[in-house]
């Protein structure tokens, strides 16, 4: 039992679900309890506090770390809402359950980008579906309109990392703002990689060291969705490569995207 669950007073066992990295994980019967070694828990707090985030609890400090207490949400990942469609045949059924769930994640991302803010760290599991609802969890990298706790942000995980943030990841020291942008290049390579279990950079070792992965990136080698797809898919694929676009400048906003991805759902077979 961690002092901070009985601190806290919470009720239910603990189960221990991650503990690396300077990050604890508990659940704690309906509770998601996040312990970090620094500010990022509480940082997370703050942006869903901001955020007026329905899961949000409370946050706070402890020792020289954080933490933050959220309900927890018992949900599908965009990464397993997509494996059946990845080990599955082509269906009308499975074509609109896929272009369902990647309309939905953009739409979420969407909603996150009209409040001001932008996630910096997108990636398949942090796209929830449960019941009704979609969710954009691990928001401690964010960045937004209201004033957080600083820390120097220099990327998220290299497999979904936009072609423009890896040049500067790899290119400077400085702090990365984060963009609407790379946020919808970072969604477009969790659903291509979601849905063919292949990351979109055609890595020329993919056991390499991340500044060598991210160097890749952003040079733009990139797999054909042709080659790595389970099944032809042309409304998605044509979809995926917008997301993907090497300029950001050519990206569909995360709007767009949903729109798109909403009217394909619609024209498909039934």
């Not at 990392?161 to 969604?187: F, N, Q, R």
């Not at 490569?241 to 995360?254: M, V």
């Amino acid at each position: 039992m961690h002092p901070l669950i009985t601190e806290l007073g919470l009720d239910g066992d603990p189960k221990l679900l991650h503990e690396r990295r300077g990050t604890t994980f508990f659940k704690v019967g309906d509770t998601a309890l996040k312990i970090t070694g620094g500010l990022m828990a509480g940082r997370e707090g703050e942006v869903l506090a901001a955020l007026g985030a329905d899961h949000y609890r409370a946050h706070g400090r402890y020792g020289d770390g954080t933490w933050l207490a959220m309900r927890w949400i018992d949900g599908t990942s965009l990464w397993d809402a997509l494996e059946p469609a990845h080990r599955g045949g082509d269906t009308p059924a499975m074509r609109r359950s896929v272009l369902t769930a990647a309309a939905a994640a953009a739409g979420v991302l969407a909603d996150l980008h009209a409040a001001g803010w932008t996630h910096g760290d997108l990636q398949p599991d942090h796209v929830v579906f449960e019941d009704d609802a979609v969710r954009i969890i691990d928001l401690a990298c964010a960045q937004g309109p209201v004033q957080v706790p600083f820390y120097v942000h220099r990327g998220g995980l290299a497999h979904t990392t936009a072609p423009e943030i890896a040049a500067l990841i790899i290119g400077t020291t400085d702090h990365i703002t984060t963009t609407p942008e790379a946020d919808v290049w970072s969604l477009g390579a969790s659903l291509f990689w979601a849905w063919t279990r292949t990351p979109p950079t055609a890595y020329r070792d993919s056991h390499g060291r991340r500044p060598d992965l991210l160097a890749d990136t952003a040079a733009g080698r990139r797999h054909d969705v042709a080659t790595v797809r389970p099944w032809t898919f042309p409304a998605f694929e044509d979809a995926l490569r917008a997301a993907l676009a090497h300029d950001p400048g050519q990206r569909p906003s995360a709007r767009t995207l949903t729109d798109v991805l909403r009217s394909a759902g619609d024209g498909a077979p039934r």
